[in-house]
Every structure is written in structure tokens, then in C-alpha cells.
């Protein structure tokens, strides 16, 4: 079965910098890669999504990127802000999680 | 529009007492439904997924089970609680059909076994 890996498991940036993670899937024909939100003690929100017609999706401060060869996707967030602190987590097909990343934004 | 329940949203039960926790979704028809388990600080692990009613799909064995008695509800059930079942429990739907789309979540169930 399909099995995703998330990487890094915390992650902490500056104020203003950017802030990259990245996820690696096993099976060739996912074909949808979403990134979810969450924030403390909340529920998971989708923020963007990626179907693999595209290498590149972006949604102001937030991009996504796929590599269907290398099977590798990633989450590019620029000029982070404090509400950007949460944990994120992305998934292949629709129901297969990463194990997240915990992303500090520090003031 | 579409909207998830889930309850209750904190339940606290001793080793070996039976569980079950409810969810319903409005304002859509035919949902494939999914239930999560996170436990803290952990990631979302599938514990099953529903196309249709009656249909229940397993990802992990467990002592927990599920049952899909209407198109819109799904009931996460055990009958013996263990320490390990505690965690954050989250009902999701997304649209049926086919395509893959966005996983819409429940506010979840705060599970503590003591």
C-alpha cells in the first residue's frame, strides 16, 4: 500500500523567512497530494492541494511543488508570519497521512 | 452547505468499558467516510474508510470497529477500551465517485482511557 514520509518533523524559521517541507510517497499512481493545517488542539484544514496533471501550484504565500519521477512533493511557505505556526501534514491519494511537521514561526 | 458533527467531543472511560462515538454529515450525499486516530503529537493514522452504506474498510488491526448504518452517519465502536486507545479522534467525509478531493474534518473526540 501506499506509504508517505514527511520530513523534517520540526521545523523553526524566523519571522519573514521561508519555510520548506517536504514529502516522499511509494506508490506510482497517487495522483492527489493535499497539505492540511493544524492548529493546536483543532481540527486539520486543508490549505492547498496538487493533482499530478501539475508541477507547480501556488496560492499567495503558499506553493506547492511535484516531482511524479522522484515521487517527492513539497510545501513552500514565503515570508512566514507567526499565525503560520501549526502543524502540517501531507497526504497522497486522499487518506494516506505524513507524520507532520511542527512549524514554529518566531517572532 | 456541507457541515461534519462529531461527538462527544472529550470522553473520558475506564479500561475495559465499551465506546462509541458518532458522526454525521449534512448537505451531501453519498460521502466516503474515514476515521482517524492521532495520538499526541503524532500524525493522523487511518483506521477506516466507507464508500457506501454497510461497507467498512479496515487499515489497521484493532480492537475497534466501525458501522455505517445511514448514507451520513459512521459510528466508531469497541468493545473493551485499552490505555492505548486513548488519543484524538477524528471523523472526515470527502465527496464520493471516484476522483480523489479535499478531506473535510470533524472537530473530534478527545479520547482519555484511564
Known amino acids: 500500500g501506499e506509504n508517505v514520509e514527511q520530513h523534517p518533523s520540526t521545523l523553526s524559521v524566523q519571522e519573514g523567512d521561508s519555510a520548506v517541507i517536504k514529502c516522499t510517497y511509494s506508490?506510482?499512481?497517487?495522483?492527489?497530494f493535499p497539505w492540511y493545517k493544524q492548529e493546536l488542539g483543532k481540527r486539520p484544514q486543508l490549505i492547498i492541494d496538487?493533482?499530478?496533471?501539475?508541477g507547480e501550484k501556488k496560492d499567495q504565500r503558499i506553493a506547492v511543488t511535484l516531482n511524479k519521477t522522484a515521487k517527492h512533493f513539497s510545501l513552500h511557505i514565503t515570508e512566514t508570519q507567526p499565525e503560520d505556526s501549526a502543524v502540517y501534514f501531507c497526504?497522497?491519494?486522499?487518506?494516506?497521512f505524513g507524520t507532520g511537521t511542527r512549524l514554529k514561526v518566531l517572532a | 452547505s456541507q457541515t461534519i458533527h462529531q461527538w462527544p467531543a472529550t470522553l473520558v472511560q475506564p479500561v475495559g468499558s465499551p465506546l462509541s462515538l458518532e458522526c454525521t454529515v449534512e448537505g451531501t450525499s453519498n460521502p466516503n467516510l474515514y476515521w482517524y486516530r492521532q495520538a499526541a503529537g503524532r500524525g493522523l493514522q487511518l483506521l477506516f474508510y466507507s464508500v457506501g452504506i454497510g461497507q467498512i474498510s479496515s487499515e489497521v488491526p484493532q480492537n475497534l470497529s466501525a458501522s455505517r448504518p445511514q448514507d451520513r452517519q459512521f459510528i466508531l465502536s469497541s468493545k473493551k477500551l485499552l490505555l492505548s486507545d486513548s488519543g484524538f479522534y477524528l471523523c472526515a467525509w470527502c465527496l464520493g465517485g471516484g476522483s480523489y478531493n479535499e478531506q473535510f474534518f470533524g472537530p473530534g473526540t478527545r479520547l482519555t482511557v484511564l
Open positions: 506508490d506510482s499512481a497517487s495522483n492527489y
Open positions: 497526504a497522497a491519494t486522499v487518506d494516506i
Open positions: 496538487i493533482r499530478s496533471n501539475v
